[in-house]
Structure formats: C-alpha cells, structure tokens
C-alpha cells in the first residue's frame, strides 16, 4: 500500500495537497502524520521524514520503498500510476492549462502564503484585513487568484476548476482554506466554489482531521498567543 508523510493538518498547506487528491480518489493509501517541530538539523521531524527524503520536507509518497517528495511530482507521479481515476482533465488543452495553474501555485504567490499561513482551525479575519489594507503583493495574489478561478470556472461550467474534480482543486484547498480563515473578500461564483471545496468528502476529512487535532505550534501562530 502507498504511505503518505504529511505534517500537521491544521497547518501543512503542501501535505494537504496529495492527501485530498489520494482520499477524494478513493486511492487506499497509509498516512503517516510527523509533528512540526523545531525544523532544525537534528529535529524529530527531520529525523523521521528525512529518512525517505534527501529534503526532509512532506510530504512524501513512498510507493514500495521506492520515495516521491514534491507535491507536483506527487500528483504526476499518481495520475501515471491510477489512469483510469482522470486525476488529470482528458482534454489535451485542458490538461496543459491545469499543469500550467498548478504550477503557478507552485513556484508564486509568496506573498499571500507568507502574510496568510494556513491555520484551519482559527478565525483570523483582522489579519486578513490588515494584510490587504498594508501589503500590495498580497492584494495582487489574491486578484490573481479570483481571475484564475472565476476564468476557468466561467470556462469549464464548475462545479470544479475544470469541470470534474482534479489535482488542480485539490492542489488550491490549501488556498481556500487561507480564504476561510482571514476572511479574504472574493465574488460570489468564487465563494461559491470555496463552499463546494469544503463539502468533497476528501477536503471535509482532511479539516476534520485538523480541527481534532488540538494542537498548537507557537512558530506557525504569527497572529495568536495560544489556541482559543
């Protein structure tokens, strides 16, 4: 069976990705949740991902002993595994262009991902508010993000980005949880989306699993002193 590294739930944007992807496919896999902790050289964290990866980051796919670390070469690495579950879109354009999004998500919006961590469990719209009042780069992600998401949704009929869920959607979750959380102003067919977002069963496990978690990680709380 496939085994998957993740970190914390409530707070690990890139181990969320692979994990909604596996679950909303119906892909039996094992999880293996490994605490945030210090980060440093000689952490616990480090030690035990650091075992299946060179990076020591998650989340990490090993697939009979055989590691995959990088949430894109994940997802590649599952839709060439599991063709017949279209992870992909089966237009030829469509699938560019979803490959170009992610991507996108990948490599850019530093600024929204730095002002607006993901924290699921709290509520933290003043910080969303003073992120957008005083960083420009922030408002200019999150434009970004609404003409991205309102383009292909206007183009591909919804419910999903491209119509049928893909690793597209599961690879911008993290990014409507960030929206959730500071309370980020988007249009209607936007917030929309977001709602159908939350209710896959893959994306509500996943937020179940953070909000059990009862854990908090003072480095990943820039906004709070303790969880409420």
Same mark, same amino acid.
């Given at each position: 069976?496939?085994?998957? =590294? $993740?970190?914390?739930?409530? =707070? !690990?944007?890139?181990?969320?990705?692979?994990? *909604?992807? #596996?679950?909303?496919?119906? $892909?039996?896999?094992?999880? *293996?949740?490994?605490?945030?902790?210090?980060?440093?050289?000689?952490?616990?964290?480090?030690?035990?991902?650091?075992? @299946?990866?060179?990076? &020591?980051? *998650?989340?990490?796919?090993?697939?009979? /002993?055989?590691?995959?670390?990088?949430?894109?070469? +994940?997802?590649?690495? #599952?839709?060439?595994?599991?063709?017949?579950? &279209?992870?992909?879109?089966?237009?030829? @354009? &469509?699938?560019?262009?979803?490959?170009?999004?992610? &991507?996108?998500? @990948? !490599? /850019?919006?530093?600024?929204?991902?730095?002002?607006?961590?993901?924290? +699921?469990?709290?509520?933290?719209?003043?910080?969303?508010?003073?992120? #957008?009042?005083?960083?420009?780069? *922030?408002?200019?992600?999150?434009?970004? $993000?609404?003409?991205?998401? !309102? /383009?292909?949704?206007?183009? @591909?009929?919804?419910?999903?980005?491209?119509?049928?869920?893909? $690793?597209?959607?599961? =690879?911008?979750?993290?990014?409507?949880?960030? +929206?959730?959380? =500071?309370?980020?102003?988007?249009?209607?067919?936007?917030?929309?989306?977001?709602?159908?977002?939350?209710?896959?069963?893959?994306?509500?496990?996943?937020?179940? /699993?953070?909000?059990?978690?009862?854990?908090? +990680?003072?480095?990943?709380?820039?906004?709070?002193?303790?969880?409420?």
């Amino acid at each position: 069976m496939l085994k998957l =590294y $993740i970190g914390n739930k409530n =707070y !690990s944007s890139w181990s969320m990705r692979p994990w *909604v992807l #596996l679950t909303q496919a119906g $892909i039996p896999f094992e999880e *293996v949740m490994v605490r945030f902790d210090s980060f440093d050289a000689g952490s616990t964290f480090k030690q035990a991902v650091g075992a @299946h990866s060179p990076v &020591a980051k *998650v989340p990490v796919l090993v697939d009979g /002993g055989f590691a995959v670390w990088d949430t894109l070469a +994940i997802a590649e690495t #599952l839709a060439e595994k599991f063709p017949d579950q &279209a992870l992909w879109p089966a237009d030829r @354009h &469509a699938r560019a262009r979803a490959r170009s999004v992610c &991507a996108e998500m @990948h !490599s /850019g919006f530093a600024a929204l991902r730095g002002a607006c961590p993901m924290n +699921i469990e709290a509520s933290l719209p003043e910080a969303g508010a003073l992120a #957008l009042r005083d960083k420009p780069a *922030v408002r200019a992600d999150l434009a970004r $993000i609404v003409t991205m998401w !309102s /383009g292909l949704l206007g183009q @591909h009929g919804g419910p999903m980005l491209f119509g049928a869920f893909s $690793i597209a959607d599961a =690879y911008f979750a993290p990014v409507v949880m960030r +929206i959730r959380t =500071y309370a980020l102003p988007v249009p209607a067919p936007v917030a929309a989306y977001i709602d159908r977002v939350c209710t896959l069963p893959g994306v509500r496990a996943w937020i179940d /699993g953070a909000l059990a978690e009862n854990d908090f +990680i003072e480095f990943n709380e820039p906004y709070r002193l303790r969880r409420d």
